[in-house]
């Protein structure tokens, strides 16, 4: 179909990408009904994609969109996607005009994916919330996590009054909702201010999952398992961002609601705390009903829900939380100590709920207990001894911990290597360091 | 700019909008919405919206469908433009007929207003950024579209546009929005936000300057210092590629956009904020110094402090924005130039170390650009420039402390581009010649060069700094005041050429006046001359404290002095240079000679220095002439005066007997200059040797006319006598001679003689000098050739004949003031007995001779001027009737018992013989007057008398003799000497025991 551009060149532009949306249309309904596989849309088609509707900045200086005439144009793309029929066609349309291609065009693409995806939300096109969806599935994080946060900030920020508009997602599109608080927990990672979820979105996320448990694994329950996925994609489900959330939350709180105290600004926002217990709970659930699906597929023991790499990071984070938590410990000791508490059971339920419903794969010993000694130290740095309510004992690794080549707490140099005296009781200088 | 903003209505209606139930739109709904919005066409009843509805469906979605926020922006554009014209319009029109569709759109901007002002309010971050940029676009678009509307004002006229725009509920509503969204923003990012201002700023740019001036107002403080640092991040990026091309360019305020929009909107801010802009100016000038300053809590991330990058940009950055705007860096650079002490100068010095060479280059470029531009504080910076390049010095210290070497050097290389530069431009700007293009521009239109124009009133000081002749300093000094005179003209060159004149205070010093002469020369004719006319009038309009006078005087006559020695080894400039200052000096000699008589001493020693030293004018008016001479013997009294008060004192004594030389020398060359002089001269001198004030300086005794000494009244008793009640008792017809009528001058018949004032004289020693130098200065005078032009024979050991003519002159005042009733012509003699009737005249005479001891040498020097003593013969014939009349009545047994008297007749006899009145023989009965008695003495005397009865005393019997140079009397074509020789041989035969060795000499 590249012998159009010729007539589409003298068109005004709204027009030409009019007729360029109908003429892709009828060229992927041809392109499925040839019944080639796996059906494949040709580079001239794309490069017309991104020259009549992405206008990337091409030798031709074309005029740009008006912000009116790309309404228009989205307004035509929804109606488009929704009167297309066959879910093939529309897949393969939207792949057409949105698979990011690496090049220049890629940004406006972004930007126009954006407004789509947005306006789709308003107006309830689910047909293009699916769409989103398996892009969602197959694109790289990092522009995953970019289309969530346009959507956030458009429907938690920018317009006050339209979280209830977001809110219907849910019931609109699950596999979209599904996606999108994958994409929401990968990009709010509490690292900043920036990176800590709005209000309302946590509030949504929490009511979302309480109503529907399952949710959070509609991705996963609805794709098959292959090597397909590309490994710089989401995560297949939200579970590991979630428990991140959920372990990390009581110590960011802790320190935002320290600063906004010292801002002098009271908050009459409501606690965070109970929403976070209540997604805590909701995530401890979904993992309980982990281990049924599995059986059912097949898959227990061989598919690791949650990954031991970001698990270790979180240890890490953790770590560095209680920290900074304990160099600000003169304030308000008690409040912190209850919050790390908070944080580390939390880490501790996890584990040993996904430990034992499969979603996390402890098979390979060393790295389980690579893993476990540093809990342990994070335990044993911390402000208190929590040794007593870790249900993993750490005798059970003490051979091996011998040999550990580095002690990964430099403050405490020799002592996780003979955790036997600790063990019997005798006493030894408690954070000898300080 | 006086628009405050009353925003009350668009706020009531905001805070009824704030708590609007949202009535949730169903999707089918939306799309309706949506679809209805686009194709403007209500959906459900198929019509078509009006403005208004438009705009309300523009406002759901904005509302409700995040995704829509741009078109419906876009879509708000045309509304608020609408509501412009509509405005406009009717503004037009006048009429009150279609206010119905200007207030309904009204309406809906107020609607519009309070949505956008309450989702800034509820979320500013997100918002504020989109409405400002928006905003303020949209106000760039429509004040420039409808700039050209009939009711717009022109766009200089900043407060009626800003009242107009105002006045427009839509534009006020966007300027609300914005402001808004500023104060919002300003807490986070406001450099986003300015920026937005001045891209638009520099997009529309004449007509949007209300905006940023309503703006720039309302945020005073944030404005300016954002304007800076968006101009200074500008400036750091652009800069970095054509840097070469801004550095000089004054003149390409498009290269960099927005650095001339900065300029342009601290130029409007300037106006009510100059106070703070210049504060910021110095800020960041200082802020950008400091190394080490450690964030400042209140300073964001995005603040130009924290790059050193731009750090180091921001010293180029401030000199291009002076250099943009005369009016920003004006004030600034007083305040700069104190700030500039030594380790701030260090600071600098290592934060420009970073830069390459040839921005250095650029930089330097720059700073002498902007210094010989500015119009204020030139003086100060010139100043600090000399200070800080002035080499450390063990002997001088400066007021500063000497900085490090590096900045030192720096500022020596400053200084010399800097006056490289200025002499670029002044020696271009005479002629037509362009060599320095980037010039033109700020040269072109009358070649002002602000910076030697606000120095043109610091000569004087320029001047004082030179003479301070401190090492380099005084050299770039004296550069500069070259370039001054150059530029200033012939007046800037004249006064600084009189100033150096006035101040410099040894032949050092001097030389940098003439040096700046030899330089201007070449450029400007008649310096010298105008100079000195200046200096003159300086002296009339009393300008001038006596020590600068004098200074001036002593410089001027030391010029005039360098002359006569040039004049043995002459070199080419100098010496015409001279002679220039020597005519000129003569030319108004007359205004110098008032200060002959100034009342310091050191002034009026000065000036006869000068006067001493000057060439007399080739022309003078005799007005002038007789002033002059007056002055310059009235002169001469004064330092006769002064040194000897001066030799009672013991101090400046030398000083007193040098000016009595220059005044002598002053009086001779001034009497060789025309008869006129002469005579006038020696006119003066005598009667001022005689006249009352000054005759205790000769041993005189003060006397009034008659002769008597005046007695001092509180000391004369009152005799009760008076000539009055005499007169009226004997009436007009009585014979006065040899009646009560002489009697009054010794005293009242019957009451004793008059009481003597006894006056105290000065020492005799001082007396004898003070003749001595009298005589001195009359044998000079009259000895001058002025007269018949007569040559002084070439034997030089000889003195030079008293010139007859100078030497008449001499007698006539002298008879003159001796002898005020005596005719000039009688010169004969009557006999002897005649004398009675001229009595009371020749006592006159006598007295006067008795209280004036000067009258004989000064008859002697006439006597010496050969016929000229035959002018005084009255004056002779009284002296010698008294004289007899006292040898007869003599009753003491020697002559020598009447000591003045004996003195006066030997004095007469001898002034007579000396003066050809007498024959040798008879000239030479003096010698024998002491060893006689007082009758013997009369004897002679009257022979005397005989003789010059016999014989008149005519010049006509005087002859000039050329081998001799001067008048003889032939005394054989006279009578016979013999018969009045009888009497003298016969007291010779008398007194032959004592006289004899005298016999030789009455041989005839």
């Known amino acids: ?434 | 700019m006086s628009v405050v903003f009353d925003g009350s209505p668009l706020k009531a209606m905001q805070s009824s909008h704030t708590h609007t139930p949202q009535t949730a739109l169903s999707t089918q709904e939306l799309s309706q919405e949506i679809k209805s919005f686009i194709s403007g066409v209500d959906t459900v009843q198929g019509r078509k919206l009006s403005v208004r509805e438009h705009a309300r469906c523009a406002v759901r979605l904005l509302r409700s469908v995040p995704a829509c926020r741009g078109a419906v922006l876009e879509h708000l554009r045309g509304v608020y433009d609408e509501h412009v014209s509509a405005f406009l319009h009717n503004l037009e029109t006048e009429s009150n007929a279609s206010t119905g569709v200007s207030s309904n759109l009204e309406d809906i901007i107020q609607e519009i207003h309070a949505v956008l002002s309450e989702f800034i309010r509820l979320n500013p971050r997100a918002w504020a950024p989109l409405v400002s940029t928006w905003a303020v676009d949209l106000l760039g678009q429509l004040s420039s579209k409808h700039a050209g509307r009939r009711v717009a004002p022109h766009s200089s006229s900043l407060n009626e546009l800003l009242q107009l725009w105002m006045s427009c509920a839509a534009t006020r509503s966007l300027m609300e929005a914005y402001s808004q969204c500023l104060a919002a923003m300003l807490a986070w990012c406001p450099d986003a936000c300015v920026d937005a201002l001045l891209d638009t700023s520099v997009q529309h740019s004449p007509h949007f300057d209300w905006v940023v001036a309503h703006i720039g107002s309302a945020f005073p403080g944030t404005i300016i210092s954002r304007v800076m640092a968006c101009g200074l991040k500008d400036f750091c990026s652009h800069g970095a590629k054509d840097q070469g091309l801004l550095v000089m360019g004054v003149d390409k305020g498009s290269r960099v956009p927005k650095i001339g929009s900065v300029v342009g909107i601290l130029g409007h801010l300037a106006a009510h904020h100059s106070d703070s802009i210049r504060k910021e100016l110095l800020r960041m000038f200082q802020e950008s110094l400091n190394p080490s300053s450690p964030l400042s809590p209140t300073s964001s991330s995005t603040s130009w402090e924290s790059s050193p990058q731009l750090r180091r940009a921001a010293v180029p950055f401030l000199l291009q924005l002076a250099a943009m705007s005369p009016n920003l860096f004006g004030p600034v650079s007083a305040e700069l130039v104190e700030l500039l002490r030594p380790p701030v100068l260090l600071q600098l010095q290592a934060v420009l170390q970073g830069l390459p060479r040839e921005e250095l280059d650029n930089m330097l470029g720059l700073v002498v650009h902007l210094i010989s531009q500015s119009p204020s504080g030139g003086a100060r910076v010139f100043r600090f420039l000399a200070d800080t390049a002035t080499p450390a010095s063990v002997i001088i210290s400066g007021p500063t402390p000497s900085p490090h070497e590096g900045v030192r050097e720096g500022c020596d290389r400053l200084l010399q581009m800097l006056l490289l530069h200025l002499h670029k431009l002044v020696f271009n700007r005479t002629d037509g010649v362009e060599v320095n293009p980037h010039h033109s521009a700020s040269s072109q239109p009358q070649r002002v060069i602000p910076f030697l124009e606000e120095l043109q009133s610091h000569v004087g000081q320029l001047c004082a700094e030179t003479l301070r002749l401190e090492r380099k300093r005084h050299l770039w000094l004296h550069q500069l005041l070259c370039l001054l005179s150059v530029y200033g003209g012939p007046s800037t060159a004249t006064e600084a050429l009189c100033q150096l004149l006035t101040q410099a205070r040894n032949p050092e010093e001097l030389a940098l006046a003439w040096q700046l002469h030899t330089t201007l020369s070449s450029c400007m004719a008649g310096l010298i001359p105008a100079a000195i006319a200046r200096s003159v009038a300086q002296i009339h309009t009393h300008t001038l404290g006596p020590r600068q006078l004098r200074q001036l005087l002593l410089n001027l006559a030391a010029a005039i002095q360098s002359q006569d020695e040039e004049r043995r080894g002459a070199t080419g400039a100098q010496s015409s240079m001279v002679v220039q200052v020597g005519s000129a000096v003569s030319g108004h000699l007359h205004d110098f000679c008032p200060l002959l008589l100034h009342g310091d001493p050191a002034v009026s020693h000065a000036a006869v220095r000068l006067l001493s030293c000057s060439p007399l004018p080739r022309t003078c008016s005799p007005a002038q002439l007789l002033q002059l001479s007056r002055a310059a013997v009235t002169h001469f009294f004064l330092t006769l005066r002064r040194r000897g008060e001066g030799g009672k004192a013991g101090r400046d004594g030398g000083q007193a007997g040098e000016a009595v030389n220059c005044s002598v020398l002053l009086l001779s060359r001034f009497a060789a200059y025309s008869p006129l002089t002469l005579k006038s001269v020696l006119q003066q001198l005598v009667e001022g040797a005689l006249h009352k004030g000054n005759t205790d300086l000769f041993g005189g005794q003060i006397a009034d006319m008659s002769g008597a000494p005046v007695p001092s009244p509180s000391v004369s008793p009152d005799v009760g006598a008076s000539l009055l009640d005499v007169n009226c008792r004997f009436g007009t017809t009585v014979n006065f001679s040899s009646s009560v009528w002489s009697v009054f001058h010794a005293g009242v018949i019957g009451k004793g003689l008059k009481a003597r004032t006894i006056t105290q004289l000065p020492d005799p020693s001082l007396v004898i000098q003070n003749i001595q130098i009298l005589l001195a200065v009359i044998v000079k005078c009259c000895s001058s050739s002025g007269l018949n032009g007569s040559r002084s024979p070439s034997d030089p050991d000889e003195p030079p004949p008293i010139n007859a003519e100078a030497a008449k002159v001499v007698a006539v005042t002298l008879v003159e003031n001796v002898c005020p009733d005596v005719a000039n012509s009688e010169l004969s003699w009557p006999p002897e007995e005649h004398a009675r009737t001229t009595v009371e005249r020749d006592i006159h005479i006598r007295r006067c001779f008795e209280a004036h001891p000067v009258l004989f040498p000064l008859l002697q020097v006439v006597a010496a001027g050969r016929p000229a003593l035959c002018y005084c013969s009255a004056v002779l014939r009284g002296l010698l009737a008294t004289l007899l009349a006292h040898w007869e009545a003599s009753r003491e047994a020697a002559s020598t018992d009447s000591p003045w008297h004996l003195q006066a007749s030997c004095l007469l006899v001898s002034c007579m013989g000396e003066g050809q009145i007498l024959p040798p023989v008879l000239a030479n009965v003096h010698e024998a007057f002491p060893h006689l008695t007082p009758f013997e003495v009369r004897l002679l005397l009257l022979a005397v008398w005989e003789y010059v009865r016999g014989n008149g005393p005519m010049p006509q019997k005087f002859v000039f003799s050329s081998e001799k140079g001067m008048f003889c009397r032939d005394f054989s074509r006279d009578g016979d000497v013999a018969r009045y020789v009888a009497p003298i041989h016969s007291v010779l035969h008398k007194n032959i025991d004592r006289l004899g060795h005298l016999c030789w000499r009455f041989q005839l």
């Open chain 1, 1 to 434: 179909m590249g012998d159009i551009r010729q007539s589409l060149l003298p068109r005004d532009v709204l027009s030409a990408a009019k007729e360029l949306l109908y003429h892709l249309d009828i060229y992927i309904c041809n392109l499925v009904q040839s019944g080639r596989q796996p059906p494949q849309v040709d580079s001239k088609t794309l490069e017309l994609v991104e020259e009549f509707i992405l206008h990337a900045p091409k030798d031709r200086n074309t005029p740009r969109m008006s912000a009116l005439q790309e309404l228009q144009l989205l307004e035509i793309m929804c109606s488009c996607f929704q009167e297309q029929s066959r879910d093939a066609v529309r897949q393969l349309m939207f792949a057409a005009l949105f698979n990011l291609q690496g090049n220049q065009a890629d940004e406006s693409r972004m930007a126009l994916l954006g407004k789509l995806v947005s306006m789709a939300i308003a107006v309830g096109r689910v047909p293009i919330l699916e769409c989103a969806a398996t892009w969602l599935q197959r694109t790289h994080r990092v522009y995953c996590v970019r289309l969530a946060q346009v959507l956030v900030d458009d429907y938690c920020s920018m317009v006050p009054g339209s979280v209830p508009t977001l809110q219907n997602i849910h019931s609109a599109s699950p596999r979209f909702c599904c996606q999108f608080i994958t994409a929401v927990t990968t990009l709010y990672d509490f690292t900043s201010e920036e990176l800590t979820p709005p209000l309302e979105l946590l509030q949504m996320i929490v009511s979302w999952i309480q109503d529907d448990p399952h949710l959070v694994l509609i991705t996963f329950l609805n794709s098959p398992i292959s090597g397909s996925q590309p490994i710089t994609s989401l995560d297949v489900t939200p579970l590991g961002g979630l428990v991140r959330w959920c372990i990390k939350a009581p110590l960011v709180y802790r320190r935002d609601k320290k600063q906004a105290l010292t801002n002098g600004s009271s908050e009459n926002e409501p606690e965070v705390g109970p929403l976070f217990s209540a997604l805590h709970l909701s995530v401890l659930q979904v993992l309980m009903l982990l281990p049924n699906i599995l059986n059912e597929k097949g898959l227990f023991g061989r598919l690791a829900l949650l990954q031991m790499e970001s698990l270790a990071a979180l240890t890490s984070d953790l770590s560095r939380l209680l920290d900074q938590a304990d160099k600000h410990t003169h304030t308000s000791s008690a409040d912190t100590l209850a919050l790390s508490q908070l944080a580390l059971d939390r880490l501790a339920q996890a584990l040993q709920v996904a430990m034992a419903s499969g979603a996390l794969l402890c098979s390979r010993g060393n790295s389980v207990e690579k893993w476990c000694r540093d809990l342990l130290q994070l335990v044993l740095s911390g402000p208190v001894m929590y040794y007593n309510n870790i249900h993993t004992s750490p005798l059970a690794y003490s051979p091996h911990a011998a040999h550990s080549p580095i002690a990964p707490h430099p403050t405490l140099p020799a002592l996780p290597t003979h955790p036997q005296p600790f063990m019997t009781g005798m006493p030894f200088p408690f954070r000898p360091s300080h």
